[in-house]
């Protein structure tokens, strides 16, 4: 069974310095990895997506994502934070088999400090 | 959210009342999932759809019920058989349920509450 894992609850910045949301993940096959982010009381917003080719996924707002095979990796990244990147993120893999529904992580709250 | 609107946006629910979550696309997606959220864990798949009059249970499907009459139309009944039903529901839609590299988009979700 496929699984992803967010081991932290919270990520604390300033604004203006670099941001990393880590995420690890198992599934078998090629892996096609999501990340969203979650404000308030609202559904999910979709900030990029890794399938394949270059490891650096660039997507919305700035964010990019590494992808490490060996490491099973894929960090959400960002050089510069802002106060209204606060919110809850979250990375899922989509399930390669026939429903092709995501899995997600327990998600992680990014708080930025002014 | 675009293109996916969920409703009502808050609902509450009586013991034994069934209630019925609506959401609709105009993104004209095959696919179309719904998913459960509970404080500090991620989204579980109830139901997911990939065409019209076809449908298959998720990983929590019990207590839940669902139909998909037409493309656009994929509402969610919570039954009383449902025992701990307050969360947040989220609909979401893709082109394709065969593409592996093809996006979910969410709804806004429709917050419910039992008293």
């Known amino acids: 069974a496929q699984s992803v894992a967010q081991p932290e609850d919270q990520v604390n910045v300033a604004e203006g310095n670099p941001l990393t949301v880590k995420c690890t993940y198992s599934?078998?096959?090629?892996?096609?990895l999501f990340w969203y982010v979650q404000y308030p009381n609202r559904g999910l917003q979709f900030l990029l997506k890794?399938?394949?080719?270059?490891?650096l996924v660039k997507g919305s707002y700035g964010f990019e994502a590494e992808f490490n095979k060996s490491q099973t990796s894929f960090h959400l990244k960002k050089p510069s934070a802002l106060v209204s990147d606060s919110a809850l993120y979250f990375c899922?893999?989509?399930?390669?088999?026939?429903?092709?529904?995501?899995?997600f992580g327990s998600g992680t709250r990014l708080q930025v400090q002014p | 959210d675009g293109g996916i609107t969920q409703s009502p946006k808050y609902l509450f629910r009586k013991e034994g009342q069934n209630v019925t979550l609506s959401c609709e696309q105009n993104?004209?997606?095959?696919?179309m999932y719904w998913y459960r959220q509970d404080p500090g864990q991620g989204l579980r798949l109830i139901y997911y759809s990939q065409i019209v009059n076809d449908f298959q249970k998720g990983d929590i499907a019990e207590g839940y019920s669902v139909s998909r009459e037409k493309k656009e139309s994929f509402p969610l009944t919570v039954t009383s058989a449902q025992k701990n039903p307050t969360a947040f529901y989220l609909c979401a839609s893709s082109i394709r349920l065969a593409g592996e590299s093809d996006t979910q988009y969410f709804g806004p979700g429709t917050r419910l509450t039992v008293l």
């Open positions: 599934v078998s096959g090629n892996p096609y």
């Open positions: 993104l004209n997606h095959d696919a």
């Open positions: 890794y399938i394949t080719g270059d490891n």
């Open positions: 899922a893999v989509r399930d390669n088999k026939g429903r092709r529904a995501l899995t």
